[in-house]
């Protein structure tokens, strides 16, 4: 996947200047050119935000200070760090500059080493708040599932509960009121975990135990273990196992993809359906396709699937649960072992996602 290049907005309205600058960064970033405060205040209302301005004071109509000031009152622009490139050195006009919202000021004539230093580091920090924004979303999102899904399953935990102290029930009534409890004590833990496991995932903490293992012996096991899900829907499980070398790879994180792909076609399907897995080698690589006949998922929702959080319009078919972290888990993982995922999907028809790992 080809690196996505910081794009840089560059105001002055001396030419030379603009092409000073820009043969400096064009070998690093995408730039863009404004002549005057008003063009390149149109320029960031009316296209593509720039990461950085490097913003000239001394123009006609519209002076540096005013253009910034604008783009600090504006809630589209405020987060976009300007730097101040003027000849201007008096002191009073760099506390002007930084007083206005300003993240730094740079005397002409410019030293390359020094503005592309300068730029480097505030692109930095601007990567590293936004980082930090989308954690703290992520954050709130994580509060507001587990509030939200595990009030009602505690709810009925504690009722279940409270009627067995309180009440003398039947033998009949008593299993049946601790297979619930403990049904609804699994989903709660698989929330539970799914939420740890992107926590740890988005703050950077993710560290995987690679050992030699074998694919197709870990897809036996976990279909084996899976399979008494699929009957009690219905639904019918084959395996098409390949004889694959060992290879490396983190086998608890791996298990986790297998399971969540396993179970969520399982999930989405009808009774008296199949659902595919396959291993094989291709190419150099270790491969595992989970094909099933279910609904289909609608194209314009296969480019979110992957994400935190996101559920598509398509509905468990037995009224299962669904947090929407699954598939953004699994794609994390297959993407920390250098590996990659993709999904093929047809309304009606079914859905196969396939993972490709190095062997």
Do not use: W
Not at 121 to 150: C, M, P, R, W, Y
Request: hydrophobic share 40%; with cysteine; aromatic share 4%.
């Amino acid at each position: 996947m080809p690196q996505i290049r910081d794009t840089i907005l560059i105001v002055d309205d001396e030419r030379f200047n603009i092409n000073v600058l820009k043969d400096l960064l064009d070998a690093d970033y995408d730039t863009m050119v404004a002549r005057n405060g008003i063009q390149a205040l149109k320029r960031v209302n009316s296209g593509t935000l720039p990461d950085l301005i490097l913003l000239d004071i001394m123009m006609p109509e519209m002076d540096g200070y005013e253009v910034c000031k604008q783009l600090k009152e504006s809630e589209n622009t405020k987060d976009i760090p300007v730097i101040f490139v003027t000849a201007m050195s008096n002191v009073d006009d760099e506390m002007k500059g930084f007083a206005l919202g300003a993240v730094d000021y740079i005397t002409k004539p410019i030293s390359p080493p020094i503005v592309l230093a300068r730029i480097k580091t505030h692109l930095a920090l601007k990567h590293s708040l936004e980082k930090q924004k989308e954690l703290n979303q992520i954050k709130n999102k994580f509060l507001g599932v587990a509030a939200h899904d595990l009030r009602n399953p505690l709810t009925s935990l504690q009722g279940m509960s409270q009627l067995m102290l309180k009440i003398h029930l039947p033998e009949e009534k008593k299993i049946k009121f601790l297979q619930s409890i403990n049904k609804t004590s699994h989903q709660m833990l698989k929330l539970v975990n799914d939420l740890l496991d992107v926590s740890v995932i988005e703050s950077g903490r993710f560290d995987l135990r690679s050992e030699m293992n074998n694919l197709s012996q870990l897809v036996a096991e976990r279909v084996e273990l899976i399979s008494d899900i699929a009957k009690n829907k219905g639904i019918t499980l084959i395996s098409n196992l390949a004889d694959l070398p060992d290879t490396q790879f983190d086998e608890d994180r791996i298990g986790q993809v297998v399971d969540n792909l396993l179970t969520n076609a399982i999930k989405f399907s009808n009774s008296e359906s199949t659902v595919t897995l396959i291993t094989r080698e291709v190419d150099g690589k270790i491969e595992l396709s989970v094909t099933d006949q279910g609904q289909g998922i609608p194209a314009d929702e296969i480019n979110s699937l992957f994400g935190s959080f996101k559920k598509t319009s398509v509905k468990p078919t037995g009224g299962e649960k669904s947090t929407g972290l699954g598939l953004s888990i699994v794609k994390k993982i297959v993407e920390a072992h250098n590996g990659n995922i993709k999904v093929e999907s047809e309304v009606g028809k079914g859905t196969t996602f396939l993972v490709s790992l190095n062997k």
